[in-house]
């Protein structure tokens, strides 16, 4: 069916697939159970992620809802031994700056129950880190700056797709934040436009893998609710 027109532009019908009641409470019950049995991870082994897979998550990640659609993001996927080498001395200085000195007192406090510390070993367990740059401009084809709206709010949802699509293919990550995070837009060659945002690492967790012991918030902690009679 040709496109149709509204305000000068195309459209094309939607309609996707409207469930029985039960089959929407049986189909958000599974994700809900599938998505809370994710876990961050730490422990990994270097066993391979075939390139597809990734791929794929990206993609997924891709179809996030983004200002005016302008999908102000760049996945930067990393196999490369000696670039994700550089990237764990780079990332493990920062860490170290920050564990011995720009953390308050309260931040560390935090953080005693994910036993977390400055060395970051994982990075170079991996298959593959990938790097989500936010794009803070985009580009017209005339070379002109294009302006991004939203970034970090698309670029937030894009990630938790990300996560999410990892998730379901049966790979583990976890959302690293080496802040500050400039030594990757280095290493990385990336332009002035790009900021780095998340550093996942991506694989498979170790057989002896161990996670905190933490238990998610209860519905009435995390909701608030105005209903109709
Ligand atoms: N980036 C550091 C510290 C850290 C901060 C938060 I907030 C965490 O949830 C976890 C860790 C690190 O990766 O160790």
């Excluded at 049986?26 to 990994?44: K, M, N, Y």
């Excluded at 659609?69 to 700056?97: G, L, N, Y």
């Amino acid at each position: 069916m040709p496109p149709v027109i509204r305000n000068g532009h195309p459209y094309v019908p939607y309609q996707p697939d409207r469930l029985q009641l039960d089959e929407s409470r049986l189909q958000g019950t599974a994700l809900l159970e599938h998505l809370d049995a994710r876990r961050s991870v730490r422990d990994f082994v270097a066993d391979p992620v075939p390139r597809e897979l990734v791929e794929t998550a990206i993609r997924a990640a891709s179809t996030a809802p983004s200002g005016a659609h302008m999908q102000p993001w760049t996945f930067v996927a990393i196999s490369d031994p000696t670039i994700k080498a550089k990237i764990r001395v780079a990332a493990e200085e920062e860490e170290r700056r920050s564990y011995e000195g720009r953390m308050s007192d309260e931040w560390i406090e935090a953080l005693a129950p994910l036993g977390t510390d400055w060395q970051k070993p994982y990075l170079e367990v991996v298959p593959w880190i990938v790097v989500l740059f936010a794009q803070r401009w985009g580009t017209n084809p005339d070379g002109s700056r294009r302006k991004h709206y939203y970034v970090q709010e698309s670029c937030g949802i894009a990630a938790g797709l990300f996560v999410a699509a990892l998730h379901r293919m049966g790979l583990c990550t976890l959302t690293h934040t080496p802040s500050p995070m400039g030594f990757l837009a280095d290493i990385l060659q990336r332009p002035d436009n790009e900021k780095a945002m998340i550093l996942f690492p991506v694989g498979y967790a170790a057989p002896d893998a161990l996670v905190p012991d933490l238990a998610r918030k209860e519905l009435s902690e995390v909701s608030v609710w105005f209903e109709g009679s």
